[in-house]
């Protein structure tokens, strides 16, 4: 069983930045890929950023060349770096992993979702 535990998240004038964290516990033999979402309210979730276990990444359009991601694998953590943060990246934010794990007997490579982190950017 795997849990995921988001931090970071808060309130932020535009322009200013975040640095949102998710690590993960539990029964853990590998992490593939892991990302973060976003939602906003009446909104649906959609995909921010990924990396790969081998730090490949990549951004949706509307983040590029403002956010980063990262991982240290050694903590089973993956960061989602925010600068330059607008308005329009107010939502909840979701980290996501793909771990590799040995569930009821097999080996089984199964995502878990992070609780979300409330990013708000407000003047």
């Known amino acids: 069983q795997v849990q995921l535990v988001e931090s970071g998240g808060g309130l932020v004038q535009p322009g200013g930045s975040l640095r949102l964290s998710c690590a993960a516990s539990?029964?853990?033999?590998?992490?593939?890929?892991m990302g973060w979402y976003h939602q906003a309210p009446g909104k649906q979730r959609e995909l921010v950023a990924t990396?790969?276990?081998?730090?490949?990444?990549n951004y949706a359009n509307s983040v590029k060349g403002r956010f980063t991601i990262s991982r240290d694998n050694a903590k089973n953590t993956v960061y989602l770096q925010m600068n330059s943060l607008k308005p329009e990246d107010t939502a909840v934010y979701y980290c996501?992993?793909?771990?590799?794990?040995?569930?009821?007997?097999?080996?089984?490579?199964?995502?878990?979702w992070g609780q979300g982190t409330q990013v708000t950017v407000s003047s």
């Open positions: 996501n992993v793909d771990v590799v794990t040995l569930y009821r007997g097999r080996w089984v490579s199964a995502n878990y």
């Open positions: 990396i790969t276990s081998g730090g490949t990444t």
């Open positions: 539990g029964s853990i033999s590998g992490i593939n890929g």
